[in-house]
Nanobody
Framework: VQLQASGGGLVQPGGSLRLSCVVS????????IGWFRQAPGKEREGVSC????????SYADSVKGRFTISRDNRKNTVYLQMNSLKPEDTAVYYC????????????WGQGTQVTVSS
């Protein structure tokens, strides 16, 4: 199972970023794919997850209405569009496989740093 996240960076509060996760075809077909984040000194937080066809999605309360997860099966890629970013969104973001959304992450790749700061 391979997952490669990218798209992080430095953005001002209120700005936007789109994260991408290239996923091996097997993982995309077999697992739910989601994002979790890890900030220094804080617990890991599940952010969003997408599963099935037609896709069903879920979001943490802290990002509802601001983040959108989507999937492009032709490109084996899962996206996380992040709008109205806040300083508290600063973290390393990882994409991961899940047997079911809301459960523990199974496989994950290298994360991508998101920093929200003025």
């Amino acid at each position: 199972v391979q997952l490669q996240a990218s798209g992080g960076g430095l953005v001002q509060p209120g700005g936007s970023l789109r994260l991408s996760c290239v996923v091996s075809r097997f993982a995309l077909d077999y697992y739910a794919i989601g994002w979790f984040r890890q900030a220094p000194g804080k617990e890991r937080e599940g952010v969003s997850c997408i599963r099935g066809s037609p896709a069903s999605t879920s979001y943490a309360d802290s990002v509802k209405g601001r983040f959108t997860i989507s999937r492009d099966n032709r490109k084996n890629t899962v996206y996380l569009q992040m709008n109205s970013l806040k300083p508290e969104d600063t973290a390393v973001y990882y994409c991961a496989t899940y047997v079911g959304c809301g459960g523990p992450a199974g496989y994950w790749g290298q994360g991508t740093q998101v920093t929200v700061s003025s």
